[in-house]
């Protein structure tokens, strides 16, 4: 089989098509590339490992991997071929850490050819080259079917890795366009589309008004902390709210677990926040559809919407809980019992909720069921709601892994991280600490403690404590990068 032969089989089969298709990012794109069907059709299957082994000659490599699913069963073949140890990655493990547990065996410093389906940024095979690399294995080659890159040969060569392709897209266009398999202007848009996807990609700049507000107070108050204040009743959550305030940027509150909420406390609490220069963050993790979310936020005996800066949200249910909280009336059937929003917000007076959001992209707890993929998808839909979307709650198996999910966010965004402790550690019911000073030179913009500081025989003394070393820790790490909104006064 040739390349020719290759190209024209994949848009045969439909594996390679073009039209109209709605990305996983909304984008649409003219073309679209699915090679997971090819192991079900036995002679192109054995045709493209074939053309493997061949464009693998020469190369020096001890053990063989695929990068799960589709290269998975090509790297067996090809491994079963060669007498070459077949290794692989369990695919769905912790977000952007090391995890992944590598299935098989090799011997530390074996050299490890890795075969994928497809390159679009080069990025991902970097981060698979991380795992492997940890776990003391030696990449040095990467060997995909298409190339849809516009520069990802030279971005890997200047890690030091060798990309190999069967074929490329731009071949693929140009001998589907020679064929007469495809119209030329078919042709013309997938490159632009290819181009205009590899300028948009990166460093889009993401800023959220908020966040350069938090920052900005941050960097005038020289703190860092998120104070959890979880106290269980008003009177001894204004003592130490009252104590606390003076070393923090942000008090973090669970108003439901008030034994005594009554509605003289967000105005106490708002009064406060005012005085004391610090923001409120409702830590309700609103998790529902957006029609009850918008209910939970602005009604219900709360009225969170009225007095938080900021609120935690969950994923789960998709991007509609966002627009459930923040977006406009329009769609959304009557809030029955809910008048319109007329009364005082802080700072906002618009008569409609606004308000910004830290998404769960990742969290302290033991055993937590997010995955890598789930992470991924929370972060991606941060960055595609940069007005609503403050930065997200993560957390990190230590100071690398988290300095890697750091890497990942937005620079415009924020990383408030909760498990935090002067030491690491954990408490009997799955809570994982890490140490202040790792987390916030790990990554953490914000660092969120609760019985660190309230557990604490001391707590105002506590509080100054995890300031100051909160704060060295940052400027040590060279403070907070967020930029500025693009144009001031917005
Ligand atoms: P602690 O006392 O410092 O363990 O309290 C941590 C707080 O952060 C507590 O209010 C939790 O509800 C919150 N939290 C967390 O600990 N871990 C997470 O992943 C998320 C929130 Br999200």
Redesign the pocket.
């Known amino acids: 089989m040739t390349t020719r032969d290759l190209a024209l089989n994949l848009e045969k089969e439909k594996l390679v098509r073009f039209g109209t298709f709605v990305l996983k990012s909304g984008k649409v794109s003219p073309f679209y590339i699915d090679l997971r069907d090819t192991v079900s059709k036995p002679d192109l299957f054995r045709n493209m490992t074939d053309l493997l082994l061949e464009k693998i000659r020469g190369l020096d490599f001890d053990v063989v991997t695929g990068i799960p699913y589709t290269a998975l069963p090509y790297a067996a073949v090809v491994a079963e071929r060669l007498g070459k140890p077949l290794i692989y990655r369990r695919k769905e493990e912790k977000a952007y850490g090391l995890g992944g547990e590598i299935v098989g065996s090799f011997k530390p410093g074996d050299r490890c050819l890795v075969i994928d389906d497809l390159v679009t940024t080069g990025e991902s095979k970097i981060e698979t080259t991380r795992a492997f690399e940890a776990a003391g294995l030696r990449v040095c080659d990467f060997v995909v079917f298409i190339d849809r890159s516009l520069r990802a040969a030279e971005d890997l060569a200047a890690r030091g890795y060798r990309l190999h392709s069967l074929v490329s897209l731009e071949e693929i266009l140009d001998i589907l366009t020679r064929e007469g398999r495809i119209a030329p202007d078919q042709a013309e848009q997938a490159r632009l589309f290819t181009r205009q996807l590899g300028d948009s990609q990166g460093d889009s700049p993401v800023h959220n008004p908020y966040a350069a507000k938090l920052a900005a107070l941050m960097a005038r108050k020289k703190t860092n902390l998120v104070l959890?204040l979880?106290a269980t009743n008003c009177g001894d959550f204004f003592r130490l709210l009252e104590s606390a305030a003076p070393e923090i940027a942000v008090v973090?509150v669970?108003v439901d677990i008030l034994d005594d909420f009554d509605p003289s406390f967000p105005e106490r609490l708002s009064s406060l926040a005012r005085e004391g220069d610090f923001h409120i963050l409702a830590?309700r993790?609103f998790a529902d559809i957006g029609n009850t979310v918008r209910l939970q936020y602005r009604g219900g005996i709360y009225r969170i919407a009225r007095w938080a800066d900021a609120v935690?949200v969950h994923m789960i249910s998709g991007n509609g809980v966002l627009q459930g909280l923040f977006g406009e009336d329009e769609k959304a059937g009557p809030a029955p019992g809910i008048r319109p929003e007329t009364g005082p917000r802080r700072e906002t007076g618009t008569g409609r909720p606004a308000g910004s959001a830290f998404l769960?992209a990742?969290?302290?707890?033991e055993g937590?069921y997010i995955t890598e993929s789930y992470t991924r998808r929370v972060v991606e839909a941060g960055r595609a709601h940069p007005r609503w979307v403050a930065g997200y709650?993560?957390?990190g198996d230590n100071r690398e892994d988290l300095a890697r999910f750091r890497e990942k966010l937005p620079p415009g965004q924020l990383l408030l991280m909760?498990?935090?402790?002067l030491q690491a550690g954990k408490?009997g019911l799955g809570?994982r600490?890490m140490g202040l000073d790792e987390a916030v030179r790990g990554g953490a913009d914000g660092v969120?403690?609760?019985?660190?500081?309230?557990?604490d025989a001391d707590p105002a003394a506590a509080a100054k404590r995890y300031r100051e070393i909160g704060w060295r820790a940052l400027e040590a790490r060279g403070g907070i990068r967020v930029p500025p909104p693009p144009s001031a006064g917005s």
């Open positions: 959890s979880d973090k669970h830590d993790k935690t769960l990742r969290m302290s707890t937590n709650i993560g957390h909760p498990g935090v402790q408490d809570q600490y969120i403690v609760g019985r660190g500081i309230y557990g």
